[in-house]
């Protein structure tokens, strides 16, 4: 728990460029921007937008936020250090990042002697004077300069001489902040302290030169309240200046060895000030640090303060929006916000659990805006299934053989292939069966489907025939799909929606497939599971059977069902309230 005497750190979000380069990613301007306004309602107070010049997304991305700015983050552009054996004064990528008009600007130069001789194919004091004159030149522009020492910890430790003077040529220019990389993802955690020891020893005894003070147009701060009151300046508060000192020390991990979150917290508790990291952890090949770990990792449990104690309950709601927005699925077994973070299945821990969260929570989920979640299996016990009927609101007595039937019941058809951990919209209906108060929307007489391949052609036509009874009165229709399931589905919706026009609304969100004993062959048992949902909520229905049909049959029917009675509810409630 933070208080107003934690110490401050500082969280910088790369989603929007280092992010993106995740294989398989990909955002439009309007992604970028919407995903730019919720991590700055969550508090971030540094955004990284993108290379403006690199590509022409990203330029007119910068250009609508000058139009209309973030609220409270400070948007950042990212860019190289200028080419070898030119000037930083006429390089084009530089006029691109002045033009996209940011405050900020994140420079990346070469620690690694490997790199600036095979890479760059220049020389070792090339490449320090590229630092020196990109640096120069955007802080004579009115630039402040956050200095990303790219594969720093892999250059120390095979030169750590000329890594260090990397960093001194940032600090000379002017650099306020010391952005130390694990690039490659390959260093460990006690190297990670180690070497942030190392560098802030090394560098406290590094000023800046009589020619750098002349360059620096503004001073560099002499702590993080200094810092913070340049974020502060957008809501018209005085900047306050002190003399400059040495720049802050940041860090920026990858994940190639899934130690990324373990790194940035060793560099914290070595020294760095600011954390950089992606939502979710997504980037190139293995990730980036995630910021949905780190920050309740470093605010709960480390006495960091990161954001307000509101906007960190939005965390788990801001993790899900990035994953919609970038069309991925949710990790719902990443740590803090994923759906699973927080379940539970084992009869004896649901019950302690009951007792006492502490038991088996590590953190309360309410504080980054998860919840917990009881989950039904064939390893459940009477309490699992108590709770889990609580959470729907629905009351069982213990004592009565209703509870025990119910629970029965689960084990029987888990037995059989069903799985209701995935599939909570089933469940509730096979409660309400068991309890004798399953309401009766309408009933499925019979259908078929029929499919139409044509030789020489990729796709085939399918069409179904319904025969439903809604309050006795049958209804048989029709209706063509792509395939047999989207066929049965339009046709029932066909035939119930003058009985319930909610229906319109239903979509079908997913629909997945497992075959549950596959050395039978086609013969096999196959269990579908089916999300649908109505533009504000999401549930899932299952069915199986040998048959992909009927088992697909039966996970559609329910999520209609299921549907209707949640609209049901809805109307009850409103009716009630009223």
């Given at each position: 728990m933070t208080t107003n005497s934690s110490p401050q750190l500082w969280l910088y979000d790369t989603t929007l460029r280092d992010g993106t380069q995740r294989e398989g990613l990909s955002v439009s301007i309007e992604d970028k921007l919407r995903i730019a306004r919720r991590l700055d309602q969550l508090g971030i107070p540094f955004i990284e937008g993108g290379w403006p010049g690199a590509n022409p997304k990203d330029v007119q991305f910068f250009w609508q936020l000058q139009e209309d700015p973030l609220k409270q983050a400070e948007i950042v552009a990212f860019c190289s250090t200028r080419r070898p054996n030119s000037t930083a004064a006429t390089e084009p990528m530089l006029q691109d990042i002045l033009a996209a008009g940011t405050r900020w600007v994140t420079i990346f130069g070469k620690s690694w002697d490997l790199h600036v001789t095979t890479g760059l194919k220049t020389t070792l004091e090339e490449n320090l004077a590229m630092i020196r004159d990109t640096i120069e030149y955007l802080r004579s522009q009115g630039r402040r300069i956050i200095y990303d020492a790219e594969h720093w910890f892999d250059g120390y430790k095979h030169n750590r001489d000329y890594a260090l003077q990397t960093l001194e040529a940032a600090i000379a220019s002017g650099a306020e902040w010391l952005v130390l990389c694990d690039t490659n993802g390959g260093t460990l955690p006690h190297e990670i302290s180690q070497i942030v020891q190392d560098v802030i020893s090394h560098l406290s005894f590094v000023t800046c030169t009589e020619r750098s003070r002349s360059i620096c147009q503004e001073p560099m701060t002499e702590d993080i309240d200094a810092l913070a009151a340049t974020l502060r300046e957008r809501q018209g508060r005085t900047r306050r200046v002190g003399q400059r000192t040495m720049p802050q020390i940041g860090i920026h991990t990858h994940n190639d060895s899934e130690m990324a979150v373990a790194n940035a917290i060793a560099a914290v508790m070595a020294g760095a000030k600011m954390v950089q990291g992606t939502i979710n952890g997504y980037g190139e090949r293995c990730g980036n640090a995630n910021l949905c770990s780190l920050i309740p990792n470093l605010q709960l449990k480390a006495g960091y303060s990161c954001i307000t104690e509101d906007q960190l309950t939005q965390l788990t709601e801001a993790s899900r929006f990035v994953s919609e927005v970038v069309n991925l699925a949710p990790d719902e077994h990443a740590p803090f916000v994923g759906r699973s973070a927080f379940a539970h299945k084992g009869g004896i821990h649901v019950s302690a659990v009951e007792r006492n969260p502490l038991t088996y929570e590590h953190i309360q989920p309410e504080q980054v805006g998860n919840r917990r979640r009881i989950v039904i299996s064939e390893q459940s016990g009477l309490s699992n299934v108590l709770a889990k009927a609580r959470s729907f609101g629905i009351e069982l007595d213990q004592q009565k053989a209703e509870a025990r039937e119910i629970l029965q019941r689960l084990k029987d058809l888990e037995s059989e292939g069903f799985q209701f951990e995935a599939a909570e919209a089933s469940f509730v209906l096979l409660m309400h069966e068991a309890l004798g108060d399953r309401q009766k929307f309408f009933e499925v007489k019979g259908f078929q489907v029929h499919c139409d391949l044509i030789e020489g052609k990729e796709t085939s036509n399918s069409l179904a025939t319904v025969k439903v009874a809604v309050d006795g009165k049958n209804i048989l229709e029709a209706a063509e799909?792509?395939?047999?399931?989207?066929?049965?589905?339009?046709?029932?919706?066909?035939?119930?929606?003058?009985?319930?026009?909610?229906?319109?609304?239903?979509?079908?969100?997913?629909?997945?497939?497992?075959?549950?004993?596959?050395?039978?062959?086609?013969?096999?048992?196959?269990?579908v599971l089916v999300e649908s949902g109505n533009g504000r909520q999401r549930w899932t229905t299952v069915g199986v059977s040998t048959n992909i049909l009927a088992a697909s049959y039966q996970a559609v029917v329910e999520g209609l069902e299921y549907g209707l009675l949640l609209h049901s509810q809805a109307e009850a409630a409103l009716k009630a309230s009223s």
């Open positions: 799909g792509n395939g047999p399931v989207a066929a049965l589905d339009a046709a029932l919706r066909k035939a119930l929606v003058n009985f319930y026009p909610q229906i319109a609304t239903f979509d079908l969100t997913d629909y997945k497939v497992r075959i549950l004993n596959g050395h039978t062959g086609t013969a096999a048992k196959t269990r």
